[in-house]
């Protein structure tokens, strides 16, 4: 059974970080590229960063040189790291996995609260 189970949310202040995990289990990690999306209220579920099995890295505009992605594929694990958090970064962010030869093989974690506050 495969399981993406994010951590790391919470409440922060503007300026602040966090760090979120995603603890992926039930796939073979090194064979997915995985990315983090959010979903802010109203709005549509929008790619932030991707990290590929060979390690190449996509941000969207909006976060580059603020957030980090990175993986730990001895702990199948990856991580974002968010720095400089403004009140437009509140969402849930969610992990998705995503087999790099396979488009049936794509998981979703169930998703993290992040909440930036002013």
């Known amino acids: 059974q495969v399981q993406l189970a994010e951590s790391g949310g919470g409440l922060v202040q503007v300026g602040g970080s966090l760090r979120l995990s995603c603890a992926a289990s039930?796939?073979?990690?090194?064979?997915?590229?995985m990315d983090w999306y959010r979903q802010a209220p109203g709005k549509q579920r929008e790619l932030v960063a991707e990290?590929?099995?060979?390690?190449?890295?996509f941000y969207v505009d909006s976060v580059k040189g603020r957030f980090t992605i990175s993986r730990d594929n001895d702990k199948n694990t990856i991580f974002l790291q968010m720095n400089s958090l403004k009140p437009e970064d509140t969402a849930v962010y969610y992990c998705?996995?995503?087999?790099?030869?396979?488009?049936?093989?794509?998981?979703w974690g169930q998703g993290t609260q992040v909440t930036v506050s002013s």
């Open positions: 998705n996995a995503r087999h790099i030869t396979s488009s049936i093989q794509n998981y």
């Open positions: 039930g796939i073979e990690f090194k064979a997915y590229t």
């Open positions: 990290i590929q099995s060979g390690g190449g890295t």
